[in-house]
């Protein structure tokens, strides 16, 4: 079974304080990515990233930053947490399978607040 | 750029009837994938069905299908005879370029 874990299930930060969102997969995939979740908005990518030391903005990128320094593992960085910064975050990482399909596979998320 | 609308917040579906779940979609590349995913509250997304752009069949997995309709730009998921573990939250979503994004999801409610 795909494995992606991410280091911690509820988070609660402070304002101003910079926050290290971990996330794991091992199936070796080369596409890992963040998204947050927020009521009635859906998910909204992050980040994405190809490969090693690779990354690419996604469609809300403001205020986060992202580390991949290994394959397996893909960091969300909040350099100084804001309160609008609360919400679930979740991983994924993806493959290509067989059939031509796209699947992704996400992590069980971290519910992040901040106060 | 590309769009996915899911324009049914929330849904109430009596136990063992088919349900069909709208989603629709905008993009211009002519190569692109379709996706369903299902989020129970525990929160953990469970990929349900996916849909090549150049897919001649509908897909289908299990009691899941998918009603792709490429001139209506429509990619709807049909469940049949729905079950109480059926209740959750279902986000359409769609692959182009090497992103993936997703609509706002519908809430499905079965009914004993």
């Known amino acids: 079974d795909v494995k992606v874990t991410q280091s911690s299930r509820y988070l609660v930060k402070r304002t101003g304080e910079k926050v290290f969102l971990e996330c794991v997969q091992d199936?070796?995939?080369?596409?890992m990515f963040w998204y947050r979740q927020d009521p009635g908005l859906g998910l909204r990518l992050i980040y994405f990233s190809y490969d090693v030391k690779m990354k690419e903005k996604g469609d809300i990128p403001e205020g986060y930053s992202v580390s991949r320094e290994k394959k397996e593992r893909f960091s969300l960085i909040l350099e100084s947490a804001s309160t609008n910064q609360t919400s679930m975050y979740l991983c994924?990482?993806?493959?290509?399978?067989?059939?031509?399909?796209?699947?992704?596979?996400f992590g069980p998320g971290t519910r992040l607040t901040v106060t | 750029a590309q769009k996915i609308t899911q324009t049914q917040p929330g849904m109430f579906v009596q136990e063992k009837e088919a349900v069909t779940l709208d989603c629709t979609y905008d993009t211009s590349d002519p190569s692109y994938g379709l996706f369903w995913y299902k989020q129970p509250s525990s929160g953990e997304m469970i990929f349900l069905i996916y849909?090549?752009?150049?897919?001649?069949q509908n897909a289908t997995e299990g009691r899941y299908s998918l009603n792709f309709q490429k001139a209506r730009k429509s990619a709807n998921l049909v469940i049949s005879a729905s079950q109480l573990g059926d209740s959750a939250m279902y986000f359409c979503a769609m692959k182009g370029d090497d992103k993936i994004i997703f609509g706002k999801g519908t809430r499905l409610h079965i009914l004993p």
């Open positions: 849909q090549g752009s150049y897919d001649q």
């Open positions: 199936m070796d995939h080369e596409n």
């Open positions: 994924a990482s993806r493959t290509e399978g067989t059939s031509g399909s796209y699947e992704q596979y």
